[in-house]
């Protein structure tokens, strides 16, 4: 899928992942794609009907108010969990977490972002 950008942003990693909780806006799990870019992470959902198919956006979390981004390790039924600890416009953490496919990818891709200001 096509996406559209901000000046100065670049996509970084873009997979299939699946949303298991951790923030109190979402409560249902939810199968989609999680986007990783310099500045933002975005998990979106894919809906509607065989000829009416869109995205809708479940989360936007901008990567200067998330405080930390760490990817679990897979357990022997389970994929590798990638959760996100942002500060929410209520100032509450949130922590909302994602099974994600490429866990290799993911691992090599952190390395790269800056989170709050910070390089991790």
């Known amino acids: 899928m096509k996406r559209v950008l901000e000046r100065n942003?670049?996509?970084?990693i873009?997979?299939?992942?699946?949303y298991i909780g951790g923030s109190?806006?979402?409560?249902?799990?939810?199968?989609?794609?999680l986007v990783l870019t310099n500045k933002k992470l975005v998990f979106e959902r894919i809906?509607?009907?065989?000829?009416?198919r869109r995205p809708?956006?479940?989360?936007?979390?901008?990567?200067?108010?998330?405080?930390?981004?760490?990817?679990g390790e897979p357990g022997r039924?389970?994929?590798p969990v990638l959760t996100v600890v942002y500060e929410a416009e209520d100032r509450k953490l949130e922590q909302p977490s994602f099974a994600v496919?490429?866990?290799?990818?993911?691992?090599?891709?952190?390395?790269?972002?800056?989170?709050?200001?910070?390089?991790?």
């Open 101 to 120: 496919s490429s866990p290799e990818r993911w691992s090599s891709v952190l390395g790269t972002v800056k989170i709050g200001g910070f390089a991790l």
């Open 9 to 12: 942003e670049e996509l970084l």
């Open 47 to 52: 809906v509607g009907g065989v000829r009416h």
């Open 56 to 71: 809708e956006i479940i989360f936007i979390i901008n990567l200067s108010s998330a405080k930390e981004l760490k990817l």
């Open 24 to 33: 109190s806006k979402v409560l249902e799990t939810s199968k989609g794609v």
């Open 77 to 79: 039924f389970a994929k």
């Open 14 to 18: 873009e997979d299939d992942a699946e």
